[in-house]
């Protein structure tokens, strides 16, 4: 059983292009993470989601608590974007997804 | 960089044996958490503590054990190793205990099983 569930899991994109990940999960939660991964391993945390949306730079997230569902939205899509992005919950316990890994093509 | 520090970057070591992997949290965090990655289970997580003591629990095997000291950083115990503990095991930190702070990561601690 997965509690997190991401797509697309690959995701090839054209420099400039708009991008949009999506988390859908199945537990009540506190919050909900969008994390980043580059393919040296390190992780940074992009967001950090109860409600509603932010937006940082290029980057915006959105959560509908109601349906259970986030998005992860990238604008002007550059190749430094390439990465792995990660969905987590906070519930009783911390949750994965499994990842998008997305690549801009010059 | 989080200011988040692991040690050691790479670890080697044969089935059977035992390793302690080390996490200092960023200055004032309060929180540490400890998470594996493996390349068929994906991110995990193992267990969290607050200001020493443990405040949630994770996919965490009987044969690992953590601890945070009064200093606030944290080992991760790791006996009896298996083949399939080959992973990247990554700590990371935040100001409060609620669940919901925003976390910053160490750059992980690479361990691999013979």
């Known amino acids: 059983k997965n509690e997190v569930e991401q797509s697309p899991q690959n995701l090839t994109a054209q420099e400039g292009e708009f991008i949009t990940i999506n988390c859908s999960y199945s537990v009540g939660i506190s919050a909900l993470h969008w994390l980043q991964q580059h393919p040296g391993g390190g992780i940074v945390s992009l967001f950090m989601l109860s409600s509603g949306k932010k937006k940082h730079g290029r980057l915006i997230a959105t959560i509908n608590i109601q349906e259970k569902h986030s998005s992860l939205h990238i604008t002007a899509s550059h190749p430094r974007d390439s990465a792995v992005y990660i969905c987590?919950?906070?519930?009783?316990?911390?949750?994965f997804g499994t990842g998008t890994s997305l690549t801009v093509i010059p | 960089d989080s200011g988040v520090t692991q040690t050691p970057k790479h670890l080697i070591t044969a089935t059977g044996q035992r390793v302690t992997l080390r996490c200092s949290p960023r200055?004032?965090?309060?929180?540490v958490y400890w998470y594996q990655q493996s390349l068929d289970q994906g991110l995990q997580f193992l267990i969290q503590?607050?200001?020493?003591?443990?405040?949630a629990k994770g996919n965490i095997l009987e044969r690992f054990s953590a601890q945070q000291f009064p200093d606030l950083h944290s080992e991760l115990n790791l006996s009896s190793l298996e083949l399939g503990d080959s992973a990247l095991y990554f700590c990371?930190?935040?100001?409060?205990?609620?669940?919901?702070?925003?976390?910053?990561f160490g750059p992980g601690t690479r361990l691999t099983v013979l």
């Open positions: 200055s004032g965090d309060l929180s």
């Open positions: 503590y607050y200001n020493g003591e443990e405040r």
């Open positions: 987590a919950v906070d519930g009783n316990q911390f949750y």
């Open positions: 990371a930190s935040s100001g409060g205990g609620m669940p919901y702070n925003e976390q910053f």
